[in-house]
């Protein structure tokens, strides 16, 4: 089945840490790929996203991702994370046909103060 | 303040009970989506909407109906078919040519 993985479910770093999470994806062909933050409390809301062109992508508050084709994979990145960065994250994937979004099943960071 | 609103924030129904959730948007977007969230398994589509009076099932659609009146407004509703419905419910909107969404606050529905 078409689907979207993301390999930790719980992830735990002190601050100033850097963070990788991993979220790849099944499907083949054309797809937009997205991560999505949801912090304590408050809306789901977009951190970055990668449509065409270069595949390293910048999002907000510092993290970054990078789409590689040939391994069906975008994880995102932060240099050094902040105790504020604790939330949970979501890989999700539009197939290349409609704007259907396809979630990962999250991953839940916490940054150690 | 453009953005999406549901309400209400928590909500409590016994079984047997059908219950329906609001969701309205000022954002001027032709598509809407329902989603269900339950911990460890991401969001997982239950309805959408790309164009008024029309709406298509997602993935987990059984127990679940929806309506789409207006533009503004995609109400979804649980209905006692739905054999688990304490859930986190989201719900979200976007431009049929955009691929991004964006998402309301949620409804939290617990069933008893």
């Known amino acids: 089945a078409q689907s979207v993985s993301q390999h930790n479910h719980h992830v735990i770093l002190s601050e100033a840490a850097s963070l990788e999470l991993g979220c790849n994806y099944s499907y083949g062909g054309t797809v937009n790929l997205f991560w999505y933050v949801q912090y304590p409390g408050q809306h789901l809301q977009l951190l970055l996203k990668?449509?065409?062109?270069?595949?390293l992508v910048k999002g907000i508050k510092g993290f970054e991702a990078e789409f590689i084709k040939s391994k069906f994979s975008f994880n995102l990145r932060k240099p050094s994370v902040q105790w504020s960065d604790t939330a949970e994250y979501f890989c999700?994937?539009?197939?290349?046909?409609?704007?259907?979004?396809?979630f990962g099943a999250g991953t839940i960071l916490r940054v150690k103060s | 303040d453009g953005g999406i609103t549901q309400s209400p924030k928590y909500l409590f129904r016994k079984e047997g009970q059908n219950v329906t959730l609001s969701c309205e948007q000022n954002?001027?977007?032709?598509?809407m989506y329902w989603y269900r969230q339950d911990p460890g398994q991401g969001l997982r589509l239950i309805y959408y909407?790309?164009?008024?009076?029309?709406?298509q099932k997602g993935d987990i659609a059984e127990g679940y109906s929806v309506s789409r009146e207006k533009k503004e407004s995609f109400p979804l509703t649980v209905t006692s078919a739905q054999k688990n419905p304490t859930a986190f419910y989201l719900c979200?909107?976007?431009?049929?040519?955009?691929?991004?969404?964006?998402f309301g606050p949620g409804t939290r529905l617990t069933v008893t």
């Open positions: 999700a994937v539009t197939p290349g046909y409609g704007n259907k979004l396809v």
């Open positions: 979200a909107s976007g431009g049929t040519d955009s691929y991004e969404q964006y």
């Open positions: 990668y449509f065409s062109g270069d595949p």
């Open positions: 954002l001027n977007h032709d598509a």
């Open positions: 909407s790309q164009i008024v009076n029309d709406f």
